[in-house]
T-cell receptor, first 109, second 112 residues
Framework: QKEVEQDPGPLSVPEGAIVSLNCTYSNSAFQYFMWYRQYSRKGPELLMYTYSSGNKEDGRFTAQVDKSSKYISLFIRDSQPSDSATYLCAVSNTGKLIFGQGTTLQVKP | EAQVTQNPRYLITVTGKKLTVTCSQNMNHEYMSWYRQDPGLGLRQIYYSMNVEVTDKGDVPEGYKVSRKEKRNFPLILESPSPNQTSLYFC???????????FGSGTRLTVV
């Protein structure tokens, strides 16, 4: 069993839609949770990070963590074609950083 | 500009010829780490370092070496590269576990 599971998609939505991206993790020792965005031929770019259960909002992005279920989510409101990318969840504990496989998102104009 | 710089960006080499990929950060970050990214397998951590002279294995350390003699530099060494090490490699740095990593632009390595 992978330590972090993420549906690779691809996911295709119309512009303006609300996008929901999800991951599950298996080890409750992980304390920090992140979402990265990766455009083709580029390095991952940190979108959001959190360490507690609950919601964290940043503009059109909301990260949600449920430690009891070991479930993390990223919501994108009013999605734009420029949001088309691969989204990677990651969990961390003391230097170790484990990524999900990434979900490829396409937002169609 | 705050950044993580990797060199080279592209490298083609032959099996068994030792190589080093350099990584440098200018943000005074404590943590540094190396990853490889492969289709269908995603990003996997090779080695990480939480401070100078402190390194630890990630999930796929076999065939790689690292050293952290200075805070800003974290080179990745392949003593005897093999074709299964053909991959896209990323270096990253962070203030700590809780703050997320800044990634470099990647090094595409091909071993023939």
């Amino acid at each position: 069993q992978k330590e972090v599971e993420q549906d690779p998609g691809p996911l295709s939505v119309p512009e303006g839609a609300i996008v929901s991206l999800n991951c599950t993790y298996s080890n409750s020792a992980f304390q920090y949770f992140m979402w990265y965005r990766q455009y083709s031929r580029k390095g991952p770019e940190l979108l959001m990070y959190t360490y507690s259960s609950g919601n964290k909002e940043d503009g059109r992005f909301t990260a949600q963590v449920d430690k009891s279920s070991k479930y993390i989510s990223l919501f994108i409101r009013d999605s734009q074609p420029s949001d088309s990318a691969t989204y990677l969840c990651a969990v961390s504990n003391t230097g170790k950083l484990i990524f999900g496989q990434g979900t490829t998102l396409q937002v169609k104009p | 500009e705050a950044q993580v710089t990797q060199n080279p960006r592209y490298l083609i080499t032959v099996t068994g010829k030792k190589l080093t990929v350099t990584c440098s950060q200018n943000m005074n970050h404590e943590y540094m780490s190396w990853y490889r990214q492969d289709p269908g397998l995603g990003l996997r951590q090779i080695y990480y370092s939480m401070n100078v002279e402190v390194t630890d294995k990630g999930d796929v350390p076999e065939g790689y070496k690292v050293s952290r003699k200075e805070k800003r530099n974290f080179p990745l060494i392949l003593e005897s590269p093999s074709p299964n090490q053909t991959s896209l490699y990323f270096c990253a740095s962070s203030f700590g576990s809780s703050t997320g990593y800044t990634f470099g632009s990647g090094t595409r390595l091909t071993v023939v």
